[in-house]
């Protein structure tokens, strides 16, 4: 389909150990969200891209987490040096026309990350 | 950012008509009312958004309070595939971090 995709859908990882996370966008979409959804919580932001514009990382909650997206579409986010409260399942979303206020977030179906 | 306030669970039964509440009494002029629901196990999905006017779509009615300070997702025919998380959010023209808070909890009995 043409749908946000993510992977993997599910990591499993030790304590101290980096992962990446990927998320490949619509095609067209200028705009990518990462957001962490806890268990039971709702949704925590982490970082904005827009295009060609500097991401707005004011939600990323330590320098162990960074994000990158390549060519305005893939997006990886890593997580250096895992903690077990970086458990959580970590949401891709994609937009265009965000800034009207009106725009339609499109949101893949998560990575699900375990950190033993 | 403006918040938004919603109760934490709703119950319905099946084939009745669902409103769920959401109170935004800090809402400004320029703010969007969009809603969003999450199936278990899935990320959240676009319902429905509106400025003043009420709003229907395939899915939903969106009755916008002429104060703009709340407003109520309506389901007119609840099913059991409905239970979900809905999210009430507020985004401004220009702006683009959409939060989400905690969202209602809504159980469909059969």
């Known amino acids: 389909g043409a749908g946000v995709s993510q992977s993997p859908s599910n990591k499993v990882t030790e304590k101290g150990k980096d992962v990446e996370l990927r998320c490949d966008p619509i095609?067209?979409?200028?705009?990518l969200y990462w957001y962490r959804q806890s268990l039971g919580q709702g949704l925590e932001f982490l970082i904005y891209?827009?295009?060609?514009?500097?991401?707005?990382k004011s939600g990323l909650p330590s320098d162990r987490f960074s994000a990158e997206r390549t060519g305005g579409s893939v997006s990886t986010l890593t997580i250096q040096r895992t903690q077990q409260e970086d458990s959580a399942v970590y949401l891709c979303?994609?937009?265009?026309?965000?800034?009207?206020?009106?725009?339609?977030?499109?949101f893949g179906e998560g990575s699900r990350l375990t950190v033993l | 950012d403006a918040k938004t306030t919603q109760p934490n669970s709703m119950e319905s039964n099946e084939e009745e008509p669902v409103h769920l509440p959401c109170n935004h009494s800090t809402i400004s002029g320029t703010d969007y009312i969009h809603w969003y629901r999450q199936l278990p196990s899935q990320g959240p999905e676009y319902v429905i958004h509106?400025?003043?006017s009420n709003v229907n779509n395939r899915m939903a009615s969106l009755a916008i309070a002429e104060d703009r300070k709340s407003s109520t997702l309506i389901l007119h025919r609840a099913t059991l595939r409905d239970a979900a998380v809905y999210y009430c959010i507020l985004s401004a023209s220009g702006t683009y971090k959409y939060i989400f808070g905690t969202g209602t909890r809504l159980k469909v009995l059969a």
């Open positions: 891209f827009q295009g060609n514009s500097a991401p707005d």
């Open positions: 509106g400025l003043t």
């Open positions: 979303a994609s937009s265009s026309g965000i800034l009207t206020g009106t725009g339609e977030l499109f």
């Open positions: 095609s067209g979409h200028t705009a």
